[in-house]
């Protein structure tokens, strides 16, 4: 078969936006690559990308990473000094900052930033005693970074148990085991968390 | 002298047989071609690729400019992480496929379908690397990369938005549940005021549990304040917890 057979789509340009619509009323999976389309658009015309090619992966630019850095710093101050809201703002931005990075740049940076951010907001949501929160920024931490981030396994084990959800802490400590088997954090933990299943089967 | 006629007989022999096998193969091929193209394709349609190839071929209406190459760009681009998606599940499941078929659990025509598309994903990728580089000369060689971490940053994103989206509902989940602990808590309360009598067994536990949740945290400063003055004869930890609670 030769290469060249396509579907013609019904596709048109906007002389103004450049952006590509669809003349006749699309398919949704058409819309959304569309739009997925006319984004990637947006950010290849920016000033990053010469001649609007996106720059290989490898040698980052480094402007982003030191506001990253900067931000999780200025959280970690916070922390110190017992502002946990201003410390989770913190976070929270350092965390917008690096998942605004252009999707061409390298993802195994992304996962290393976000994670660390993840498990510092958790940590400050638990000083705070938000829980569910914390829970659900360490189960993030924990999705980027499975190996080595058993501050993160940990402070999810502690929110389940505080919400009193007892077997699922018991679960996730097993899992987290199964990474971290000498964590001497976790076998603590799960031993409390033994200990409140026995005494809530009593 | 040649006898042409004595000598015409192999010949014609020769020109039947030769004849006759080179209709055969080539009936047998085009038919062995639509039997392998009827068989269903293994992936959707390209959408991608469509869309790419229609800007190209888009003709410059009047009134309306050429599509600009920076449109271009970023549609090759989304072709090539669609490519990436499709070749890593042509590598997922080229060895559980390989394996079913030598064990017979899966017949030959999932095969033959499985090989044309490991053919075309090939003739994809050779086709987006020498577009790339018709736009730019070493793009063809890191195209795939960025492409690749385009999928990967995506597919993170995809997995954080889910993840956080479940904060809403948790959190709601919470304040329900300590509403249930507070309203239960207040009853015992109130029964322990009518007994006169220290808390039950099993709200203790809970009582105890708390309180070293909370260890003096801001939330309970705020609602100790907004509990006012109220009837604290047991000092201590206990006394604290009750104002907590009312």
Request: hydrophobic share 40%; charged share 25%; aromatic share 6%.
């Amino acid at each position: 078969m030769e290469e060249e057979t396509f579907t013609l789509l019904p596709l048109h340009l906007d002389p103004t936006s450049k952006a590509i619509s669809s003349t006749t009323t699309p398919s949704s999976a058409l819309r959304d690559e569309l739009a997925k389309l006319n984004s990637l658009h947006r950010s290849l015309l920016s000033p990053d990308c010469p001649n609007s090619i996106p720059p290989p992966p490898v040698p980052v630019n480094p402007k982003r990473s030191a506001q990253v850095n900067k931000l999780r710093e200025t959280g970690n101050t916070s922390f110190r000094k017992s502002q946990h809201a201003d410390a989770i703002r913190m976070y929270s931005l350092g965390i917008d900052m690096a998942l605004g990075r252009p999707g061409w740049e390298p993802s195994g940076l992304v996962r290393e930033e976000v994670s660390g951010l993840y498990a510092n907001r958790a940590q400050a949501h638990m000083a705070l005693q938000q829980w569910p929160e914390g829970a659900v920024d360490a189960e993030c931490s924990v999705e980027m970074k499975k190996i080595g981030n058993a501050k993160a396994w940990w402070r999810r084990g502690k929110c389940l148990l505080e919400m009193g959800r007892l077997d699922e802490a018991r679960d996730w400590i097993a899992q987290s085991l199964e990474f971290e088997a000498n964590e001497q954090d976790l076998l603590a933990l799960k031993k409390d968390i033994d200990n409140a299943l026995l005494k809530k089967g009593k | 002298m040649v006898d042409w006629l004595a000598l015409s007989i192999p010949f014609a022999y020769l020109g039947i047989l030769v004849g006759s096998l080179a209709v055969f193969s080539n009936l047998y091929r085009k038919n062995k071609a639509t039997r392998a193209a009827s068989l269903a394709p293994w992936f959707l349609p390209h959408l991608q690729r469509n869309i790419y190839l229609t800007l190209l071929h888009l003709e410059p209406e009047a009134g309306s400019p050429k599509v600009p190459d920076s449109v271009l760009k970023a549609a090759l681009l989304r072709r090539a992480t669609e490519d990436i998606h499709r070749l890593v599940a042509i590598r997922n499941a080229k060895q559980a496929l390989s394996t079913l078929l030598q064990r017979g659990s899966v017949g030959d025509d999932l095969w033959q379908r499985f090989q044309r598309a490991e053919k075309e994903i090939e003739e994809e990728l050779r086709d987006v690397v020498n577009e790339a580089n018709a736009f730019s000369p070493n793009w063809g060689a890191t195209i795939f990369q960025s492409a690749s971490e385009m999928a990967q940053n995506a597919h993170m994103r995809t997995r954080i938005d889910e993840i956080q989206a479940q904060a809403a509902p948790e959190r709601e989940w919470w304040e329900r549940r300590k509403a249930d602990i507070q309203s239960s808590f207040m009853k015992e309360l109130d029964d322990d005021e009518a007994a006169k009598l220290p808390l039950t067994g099993s709200i203790n536990i809970n009582n105890i549990k708390q309180s070293l949740a909370k260890g003096g945290s801001d939330d309970d400063a705020v609602l100790v304040e907004a509990g006012g003055p109220a009837a604290q004869v047991q000092g201590g930890a206990k006394g604290k917890k009750k104002k907590g609670k009312n």
